[in-house]
């Protein structure tokens, strides 16, 4: 795998990279193939300000390319940069693993709406935005992986496993939202929905509103690490599906997730004073754990 994608994603995630590392090496160069994409296209909207037009080629040569897809061609790259690049990994990713190109499509709108600084009224909304930017991410997972029971029609319910894969995914973006909110502010977001901020009597999210309603914004952060756990509890019957070589990764990584949580409970006040991530040692340790 070149020193690319492996780059992007360990710039991109501690935690995501670490614990992928024990991948099997074939899984873990797709991984990061994918990851490569999501992280490119992420980092561009997530730029003060976003870059709108770097952003809007990504959209148009995303619909070049599915519809190339839709041919039977494997796309290649127009040139040597890094955004084609990963367009080239997610086509590949896509035509390899039979994904749905809708996955792509959806994660890319949940992105137009980072760009568009769109607020959510309900946790409805929020969910909507979490489908495209977060549960696809476990859709696409459960496809790299190989994991069973995907072989269904389109008119046939959701297999479980996907279903379980789509709550992990979720799950991990509420933790992230709950870590990052003081980042959120500065780029001018909202995740959480109005009508729970409105419940707990606060205003913002802003660190002066925190601090001086400390009760109910301690309450609003329990509150979510509530729903965090039983969306995280859902996800883990997910992991009856995976074969142990390949749980040790994900394993790790909502272990790291579950301590991130447990840290934020303690103190709510402490997303803004700094960054509650756990550090490459606490990832490879729990990994080691987890082989044993």
Not at 7 to 12: P, Q
Not at 37 to 49: A, E, S
Not at 124 to 134: H, K, L, N, P, Q
């Amino acid at each position: 795998m070149s020193s690319i994608e492996q780059n992007i994603f360990k710039n991109g995630s501690t935690t995501y990279y670490w614990s992928s590392k024990f991948f099997p090496k074939g899984v873990r160069d797709d991984v990061f193939k994918f990851y490569s994409f999501v992280r490119v296209v992420d980092d561009v909207v997530d730029q003060v300000p976003a870059d709108e037009q770097r952003f809007n080629r990504f959209l148009s040569r995303w619909g070049t390319i599915k519809k190339q897809l839709a041919d039977g061609a494997v796309p290649s790259q127009l040139d040597e940069s890094v955004d084609e690049r990963v367009l080239a990994n997610i086509a590949y990713i896509v035509h390899r693993y039979d994904c749905n190109v809708a996955w792509v499509d959806s994660f890319l709108s949940s992105m137009k709406m980072d760009v568009d600084k769109r607020t959510y009224q309900t946790i409805e909304d929020t969910i909507d935005y979490m489908y495209g930017s977060a549960e696809v991410i476990g859709l696409f997972m459960a496809r790299i992986l190989r994991l069973p029971g995907q072989g269904l029609s389109i008119s046939s319910p959701e297999p479980e496993v996907l279903r379980t894969a789509r709550m992990q995914g979720r799950a991990m973006q509420y933790i992230n939202f709950l870590r990052d909110i003081d980042e959120d502010n500065e780029l001018g977001r909202q995740y959480f929905p109005q009508n729970i901020l409105k419940k707990h009597g606060l205003v913002d999210l802003s660190q002066k509103t925190a601090q001086d309603n400390a009760e109910a914004f301690t309450s609003f952060m329990h509150e979510q690490l509530d729903l965090y756990e039983e969306w995280q509890s859902e996800a883990d019957k997910g992991f009856n599906y995976i074969p142990k070589r390949l749980r040790i990764p994900l394993q790790t990584a909502t272990d790291m997730y579950n301590w991130t949580a447990q840290e934020i409970r303690k103190n709510p006040l402490v997303v803004f004073e700094q960054k509650i991530k756990p550090s490459k040692f606490q990832v490879i340790t729990g990994a080691s754990k987890n082989i044993i």
